[in-house]
């Protein structure tokens, strides 16, 4: 025996046309939800459960920065802002004041610390790694590294800033040196040519006239 369908008793006017159909399905509001309701968590797996305390951990860390962040903005000097934040905040001190800042300056935007360990937002955004911070977001971001990796692609960044910099160094002592070395011999070229037989009166006066003839022409 076949089943047929089973009608229904229907509440209420039915919409007339799918334009009132689709109008009253976007009035329609459904009921708030307590993102903090316990109960909820029950219907979570272990993994879920694991997702949403970390998802928790980094939006506090980083609302907490913005808070500071916006209140830093409304103080003229450091000291005001400290004097606020002793009275406010006993349980922060400058340093944590200081991490929490730099997440939320450094994250915001269209960085986000999706997928990146808290611990690892604050390495990034820290001062000291303010020149290669760019670069290493872009190489770690929708990746869901671990702290460790993270921390290993830190310091391959600053291994070539590092290397980049001793370049530079030693490039500007070789031309340090070339130069002492020109000077050196035109030095010894004048007087051994120019200034032959002149007294050291006479060269003294001369180089210093021509200390005063070079000041003048850059001021000129």
């Known amino acids: 025996m076949a089943i047929g369908k089973i009608a229904r008793p229907i509440k209420g006017e039915l919409p007339e ?3 009132e159909f689709i109008a009253n399905a976007e009035n329609y509001i459904p009921d708030p939800i307590d993102p903090f309701d316990a109960n909820l968590l029950k219907k979570l797996t272990l993994e879920e ?14 609302f907490k920065g913005q808070i500071l962040l916006e209140a830093r903005d409304r103080f003229q000097s450091n000291i005001e802002f400290g004097q606020w934040l002793s009275v406010n905040f006993t349980e922060l001190n400058s340093s944590n004041t200081g991490k929490l800042i730099n997440l939320a300056r450094f994250f915001q935007g269209d960085r986000t610390l999706q ?7 604050y390495l990034i955004s820290a001062p000291k790694n303010k020149e290669i911070a760019e670069d290493v ?11 460790e990796e993270i921390k290993a692609v830190i310091n391959s960044y600053k291994q070539e800033t590092t290397a980049f910099s001793e370049e530079d160094n030693n490039e500007t002592k070789d031309k340090k040196t070339r130069l002492s070395m020109d000077v050196t011999a035109f030095a010894s070229h004048l007087l051994e040519s120019t200034f032959f037989g002149k007294s050291d009166a006479f060269i003294k006066s001369v180089l210093t006239e021509a200390l005063v003839q070079l000041s003048n022409r850059h001021e000129n």
């Open 17 to 19: 046309t799918t334009q």
């Open 49 to 62: 459960l694991a997702v949403r305390y970390k998802e928790i951990d980094y939006q506090s860390q980083l």
């Open 115 to 121: 997928g990146i360990p808290v611990s690892a937002g």
């Open 137 to 147: 977001y872009r190489e770690i971001k929708d990746k869901n590294l671990k702290l």
